[in-house]
């Protein structure tokens, strides 16, 4: 089974936007809009922060935000925070029976 | 707010047969699928499964042939069982509710709870 590729780590410092790729296929990531991205600060419960590429769920805050473009999808987040520090995961719908394919993973650093 | 716990042995011998179970908080099982996901050291997750409420469960293919997940709504809890466990089975093991049914995301997820195979 193969991940989405993200990059390992991308940093910032407070204020600052960052965007966050996440690479696949026509069979994943470039055929559907279910790509979602997730929030993930060590020993807490994944949060969800993106649905179907660019959807907030209610309660997550606009300065994130996500978008794709053929077989990539992106989340940005804009006015970095001491809080974002964390790692993030995208998750996409994939054309077979294992149904999800997930990211590599990128942790996010807040300088 | 829909809570999630996930709980069960932290270690468990190779061959053998690991177990666990999610228990829901805040809210009914009823009109959700509910899932396990796990993530081995240094990898990234992976979905294992997942059960409507009504009881039909679909599984990753690659491991159809050992896992087994099973749901009670009366009590608002779900298990897990893989059996013939090894160290590749070792792995945080999480539960999550996926959003809904026409989506393929996952809006509440537990903590995550650490499951090591070792003798």
């Known amino acids: 089974q193969s991940a989405l590729t993200q990059p390992a780590s991308v940093s910032g410092s407070p204020g600052q936007s960052i965007t966050i790729s996440c690479t696949g296929t026509s069979s994943d990531v470039g055929g559907y809009i279910y790509v979602s991205w997730y929030q993930v600060h060590p020993g807490k419960a994944p949060k969800l922060m993106i649905y179907d590429v660019h959807n907030r769920p209610s309660g997550v805050s606009n300065r994130f935000s996500g978008s794709k473009s053929g077989n990539t999808a992106s989340l940005t987040i804009s006015g970095l925070q001491a809080d974002d520090e964390a790692d993030y995961y995208c998750i996409s719908y994939v054309r077979s029976n294992t149904l999800f394919v997930f990211g590599s993973g990128t942790k996010v650093t807040v300088l | 707010q829909v809570q999630l716990q996930e709980s069960g042995p932290g270690l468990v011998k190779p061959s053998e047969t690991l177990s666990l179970t999610c228990s829901v908080s805040?809210?009914?099982?009823?009109?959700?699928?509910w899932s396990w996901i796990r993530q081995p050291p240094g990898r990234t997750l992976e979905w294992v499964g997942y059960?409507?409420?009504?009881?039909?469960?679909t599984y990753n293919p690659f491991l159809k042939s050992r896992v087994s997940i099973s749901i009670d709504t009366s009590r608002n809890q779900m298990s897990l069982t893989v059996t013939s466990v090894t160290t590749a089975d070792t792995a945080i093991y999480y539960c999550?509710?996926?959003?809904?049914?026409?989506?393929?995301?996952?809006?509440?997820w537990g903590q995550g709870t650490l499951v090591t195979v070792s003798s």
């Open positions: 999550a509710r996926r959003r809904s049914s026409y989506g393929y995301d996952f809006d509440f």
């Open positions: 805040g809210g009914s099982m009823t009109d959700y699928y």
């Open positions: 059960i409507f409420y009504s009881g039909i469960a």
